[in-house]
DNA sequence: ATTTTATGTCAGCCTTGTTGACTTTCCAAG
DNA sequence: CTTGGAAAGTCAACAAGGCTGACATAAAAT
């Protein structure tokens, strides 16, 4: 590691705020989510979805019974674009969209078990490299790894993503 | 921060790695690229470029003089794709590409002063979220978000970004 | 002289984003 | 009760930016 490259600055230091460690991390950013997106992007292929499907899927799985109104704020997409990802998981029969009881113009979206197998397949995959990344980063790496990003975050998205961060509604 | 959530738990323990820990720090890294992106989007919307345009741009930046084939492969783009975008900013006199001295073959592009004062404004925008994420994490949380990501890369990949790191080729 | 490499271009396709216009459903105010 | 607005969803059309395949050119390497 270069000049002032890390935990052995400790302390006071502001040499981690130069430009250059910011356009360090910028570049570790950009290269780190090729590879975070890598191996779902391969399994993905093989059944004609793309990375949409997957986010879906993904926050279906982790909230079931969410409506569709609270997805499209978690993906930041528009409802269209939603819909049409949306639509053929359900013509697939891999989402389950139940129109809701007490709202009839709600849409609460479950996976079903097809869909639930999906979501392991790709979940299993991106966990692999994570799990990977984290062994040899050891845990205070980690903390310090959900911090930064905790704090990179649009803070609306942050109380999102902290709303669901302990086993979420 | 919920059981088993980070620094706290120190040396020997594996709690950090159970799926749980590792589906937060997914959608951490889903959370935090879409703000990592957000400012320099909302940029390149006045100068009808995308996100593409931008990679292109910050990377002619970083090295100066490299080749077509080089950005190629630091982008992960067909050469088709990668074109087009550089096509238009070549038209726009934002990007000089210059035939190589010793192999004419190669196009070795430049940033114009124009390129440069778009690359300035952009990174200027990335940085500015980048820093205050840093600034509120600290430097030991720093470190450890770089560690991670780093063991995050796709080895090629990875060989790449360490090439760039300390103000590269 | 031939083959390989680096680049560029044309055409066409797909995914996934966008906006605009429209329907259905629900709720609440008059 | 009716009417008007908000919320959810659908359809159509378009754009950005990926992709493949086919082909051209120039330079380098064999």
Redesign the pocket.
């Known amino acids: 590691m270069s000049a002032g490259g890390g935990a052995a600055q400790g302390g006071e230091s502001l040499l981690f705020l130069t430009d250059e460690q910011l356009r360090k991390g910028i570049e570790a950013m950009f290269f780190a989510y090729r590879g975070f997106t890598a191996d779902p992007d391969r399994i993905?292929e093989n059944y004609?979805?793309?990375?949409?499907?997957h986010?879906a899927i993904h926050f279906i799985h982790r909230q079931p019974g969410l409506?569709?109104?609270t997805l499209?704020t978690v993906?930041?997409?528009?409802?269209?674009?939603?819909?049409?990802?949306?639509?053929t998981l359900v013509e697939d029969g891999l989402v389950e969209?139940r129109v809701?009881r007490?709202?009839?113009?709600?849409?609460h979206l479950h996976l079903t078990e097809k869909g639930a197998a999906l979501e392991r397949e790709l979940s299993d995959a991106q966990r692999a490299r994570m799990r990977a990344a984290y062994r040899a980063a050891g845990p205070a790496a980690v903390a310090g790894f959900r911090q930064v990003l905790e704090a990179m975050m649009d803070p609306e998205l942050r109380r999102f993503y902290q709303m669901m961060k302990d086993g979420g509604a």
Chains 1, 2 share one sequence.
Request: glycine content about 10%; cysteine-free.
């Open positions: 993905l004609a979805y793309g990375r949409a499907h986010r409506t569709v109104n499209l993906l930041g997409v528009t409802k269209q674009s939603l819909n049409r990802v949306l639509r969209s809701g007490r709202d009839k113009r709600e849409r």
